[in-house]
């Protein structure tokens, strides 16, 4: 048994998990920016392909929706 009092150790947990997410948000926000960088390449070929049939106009906007979560989460990106 440790010595904690029982009051204690949630916000132990707490930090701990807080720790674990801090340890992954520079790769996710890495991800994020590199992702909102490369992301608008596959535009061109979408467009010049044209975006007649409903697939196409799915993929479009698919890519947009995803360029937008992408640019939401890397704008935090190595701003130091």
Do not use: I, K
Request: aromatic share 10%; proline share 6%.
């Amino acid at each position: 048994m440790s010595n904690h009092p029982l009051h204690e150790l949630p916000l132990r947990r707490l930090n701990s998990h807080a720790d674990g997410l801090a340890f992954l948000r520079r790769p996710v926000e890495a991800l994020g920016f590199w992702s909102a960088v490369v992301l608008p390449f596959l535009y061109v070929p979408l467009v010049l392909s044209g975006l007649q049939t409903t697939g196409t106009q799915y993929a479009f906007a698919l890519l947009v929706a995803l360029h937008v979560v992408a640019l939401v989460v890397g704008r935090e990106y190595n701003t130091e």
